[in-house]
């Protein structure tokens, strides 16, 4: 490439970033003011903002590459790499479907409705919903997964589907996943997503940037292999080790705020008892309440409620709840104390 035409594809590229960093600093405000789906429907999802982006591509990618010459084949798949993944937003923009499909309890729907609001588009199968299920965290009513119980009808018969929070479908190159849910809990809102071409094509950028950043670390003139080779890093090993085995050790330890957080969240003042009283009066009545005293551990008790509030599922592991009766020791199979997970069974059955 002669050098007259790499300076004017770098000029154009420099131009046509500060122009996109104007443009998406404009489109935050008008988020701000008219909300994401305006934003969305007016800005990123627009032909002009894609045809920009791929324009920053074309005209980036070859000074790059040029610039940085043969010999460093590590350092050009990297660019290469983020060509590619621009390409693959490039054709999710363009051919990608996406939208929702609603189901009510005991009925069956084969087609979903566009982002964009348009006319119903079918799908290659069916959906039944047969039950919709929310799972709450044991003890509490403190919701941990929202669950469709599903049966999905095509050419090879009804087979049962599940789609939760934590569990997408796939099926004929349609991911489902969990949406919402109708205020009755008896009907299901799934997001449907579509994207054979840019989906494959954005990870195999991914994967390109991912092996071309280990190759650019690697190589014999990198910084980091210097670095490696520098006397300094040998000598501090030691104190590595030491710091890896003493996070090591509080690694299992629950989360939690900060001493100092948590004595603020216990100045708050909450309706407790008929009166108005101290997040730490409550704090401190639910630890002795669970734990037979006021602290538990290193912890205080404004600790012990916010790690409860706050990290429920490591919390839920703690055996910080005093068990006084021997019967229930011996239903529980525990000691003096037992964690709230030793109350409930195979199926999240009560054991008591």
């Avoid at 954005?202 to 940037?209: F, I």
Wanted: proline share 5%; hydrophobic share 40%.
């Amino acid at each position: 490439m002669y050098p007259r035409t790499t300076k004017a594809l770098g000029r154009t590229a420099f131009a046509l970033l500060i122009g996109m960093a104007v443009c998406l600093a404009a489109a935050t405000f008008v988020e701000k003011t008219e909300g994401s789906e305006f934003a969305a429907r007016h800005i990123y999802r627009t032909g002009w903002f894609a045809a920009w982006w791929a324009l920053i591509a074309a005209s980036a990618l070859p000074v790059a590459v040029v610039r940085i010459g043969p010999g460093k084949r590590a350092a050009v798949a990297l660019h290469l790499s983020l060509g590619l993944i621009l390409f693959g937003a490039l054709l999710t923009f363009a051919t990608s479907q996406k939208g929702y499909v609603h189901l009510r309890e005991r009925t069956e729907t084969a087609c979903f409705r566009p982002e964009t609001g348009g006319e119903a588009r079918p799908l290659p199968f069916s959906l039944r919903l047969e039950r919709f299920e929310i799972e709450c965290y044991p003890g509490t009513q403190a919701p941990a997964d929202y669950r469709s119980l599903l049966t999905v009808v095509d050419s090879r018969g009804p087979q049962p589907a599940v789609v939760s929070m934590n569990r997408i479908l796939s099926r004929d190159g349609y991911r489902l996943y969990q949406t919402s849910f109708d205020e009755d809990m008896r009907g299901s809102i799934l997001s449907v997503n579509r994207d054979p071409y840019g989906t494959p094509v954005t990870y195999a950028g991914y994967l390109l940037l991912g092996v071309s950043m280990i190759g650019t670390l690697c190589s014999k003139r990198s910084g980091f292999r210097r670095l490696l080779r520098h006397p300094l890093l040998k000598r501090a090993g030691f104190l590595l080790l030491f710091a890896s085995v003493c996070c090591g050790a509080s690694a299992g330890a629950p989360a939690t705020l900060d001493r100092e957080t948590a004595d603020a969240l216990g100045r708050l003042r909450m309706l407790y008892g008929g009166r108005v009283a101290p997040v730490q009066t409550f704090a401190r009545d639910l630890t002795v309440k669970i734990c037979g005293k006021p602290a538990y551990g290193k912890y205080t008790a404004e600790q012990v409620l916010a790690g409860w509030i706050f990290f429920p599922e490591q919390w839920q592991h703690e055996p910080m709840i005093r068990i006084k009766q021997d019967t229930v020791r011996k239903l529980l199979g525990s000691g003096a104390t037992a964690a709230l997970t030793d109350f409930f069974g195979p199926g999240r059955s009560y054991r008591l």
